[in-house]
């Protein structure tokens, strides 16, 4: 029989994963925003040059039709340019921050690194590091079980 460490793990991982969704949905109300808003800009931000909605959509993990519905919201909002693509392959123009949404994704990064430094506290570096390495060995292994 299990020694207990299946239920440990997956209890774990879904209690941190719930905890980060209540923490984003708390943050991001502030600005009217929601988890996959900020993904999409968390993600445009990191790219520097912009990103097409599927390379979007493949990067925060989301299908296209919730990052379609995402940007035109951002864009209503003025955080993103969605630029009109000469052809009808409007999932092929890349989208980029405008200043007002750098300004915001500046805002949500300080909020991201407090929450994580928060999160971390009591952890010394080399605990962190083995933490985060284990981590991605096991989710590359149940990926690989996944058949991802």
Partial sequence: MSDGRFELFTMM??????????????????????GTHVMCLFFLRRSGSGLTAAELAEQCGEDKAAVSRALALLEA???VDCP?????RKYRAKISLT???????DEIDRIIEESVEKAGSGLKEAEREALYHALSVISGNLKKLAGD
């Fill in 77 to 79: 909002k003025g955080y």
């Fill in 84 to 88: 009109e693509p000469e052809s009808k």
């Fill in 13 to 34: 991982i879904a209690q941190i994963s719930k905890s980060i969704q209540k923490i984003k949905t708390k943050e991001m109300l502030k600005f009217g925003l929601r």
């Fill in 99 to 105: 200043d007002s949404g750098i300004r915001l994704t």
